[in-house]
């Protein structure tokens, strides 16, 4: 069990596996096809009858069922209120940044977005947009990491995510594949329009505190605005990124 806990507490890129905690999160992974090699819970939590079809389902796609007290399972967790449940599975393989290349490309850059529950947020709104691959760049927190999961609700398993060293291996591979860069900038001259939404596209987000690398303007990308109305500089990056991505999307209309 010692070892265990040293896996889970262990960056999950270095560790090769990531920890699914708590009954929706470990709902959303089976839904996603996802197979654990180890299910941990509780003999209280394995008895609930809430949890019963989630439960089988689970233990169905698990290489081994270990069960534990609370006090075992609050010492793996990084949960503050753990339900009784967790799963180790393996992480997912990184996608190539070639899988860029296509007309209907819309990619989603995360460059070094460091907040997990932001990166999440923006994993979970990707997917709702139907984005077709996700890219973290640099010092972005990890998608598989538990908070990153938990605010991506299992979504991070829904969509391929590549990784980048940094900004720079990022726009270069993206350029090369013909992806037009549309870089969201609060401090960019104008809002989206229309003609902004026209793909292969990659949006790019950029950190809470720096905001874009200036490598993503260097060669002709085009930088938008999402405007505010109220006594505020700018919007969170993942309620930004919600706003343009519904653009994106055709879900929500810019003004032209």
């Not at 992974?29 to 689970?58: K, N, Q, W």
């Not at 990166?119 to 927190?141: N, Q």
């Not at 090369?176 to 292969?200: L, Y």
Request: glycine share 6%.
């Amino acid at each position: 069990m010692r070892e265990l806990r040293a896996t889970l507490r262990a960056p999950s890129r270095r560790s090769g596996v990531c920890a699914i905690e708590g009954w929706r999160l470990l709902e959303a992974a089976v839904a996603a096809g996802v197979s654990f090699d180890a299910l941990v819970v509780t003999e209280a939590a394995a008895a609930d009858p809430a949890a019963a079809r989630i439960y089988e389902a689970a233990r169905a796609r698990a290489a081994r069922e270990i069960t534990v007290t609370p006090d075992v399972l609050a010492a793996l967790t990084q949960v503050p209120a753990p339900q009784g449940v967790l799963a180790v599975a393996p992480r997912p393989a990184a996608a190539p940044l070639a899988l860029a290349a296509g007309a209907e490309t819309l990619a989603v850059v995360l460059d070094a977005i460091q907040d997990p529950g932001n990166v999440g947020t923006i994993v979970r709104t990707a997917v709702a947009c139907r984005a077709t691959i996700v890219v973290a760049c640099g010092p972005t927190a990890d998608p598989f990491a538990p908070k990153a999961l938990r605010a991506s609700a299992g979504a991070a398993f829904l969509v391929p995510i590549a990784f980048a060293a940094g900004a720079d291996e990022a726009e270069a591979a993206l350029r090369s594949a013909g992806v037009r860069i549309v870089v969201a900038d609060a401090h960019a001259p104008s809002p989206p329009t229309p003609a902004t939404w026209v793909r292969p596209l990659a949006l790019v987000l950029g950190s809470e505190a720096a905001g874009p690398a200036l490598v993503w303007r260097a060669h002709g990308g085009a930088a938008v605005r999402v405007p505010v109305l109220g006594p505020v500089e700018s919007l969170n990056v993942a309620a930004a990124a919600a706003v343009l991505l519904y653009q994106a999307a055709g879900l929500l209309s810019p003004r032209a």
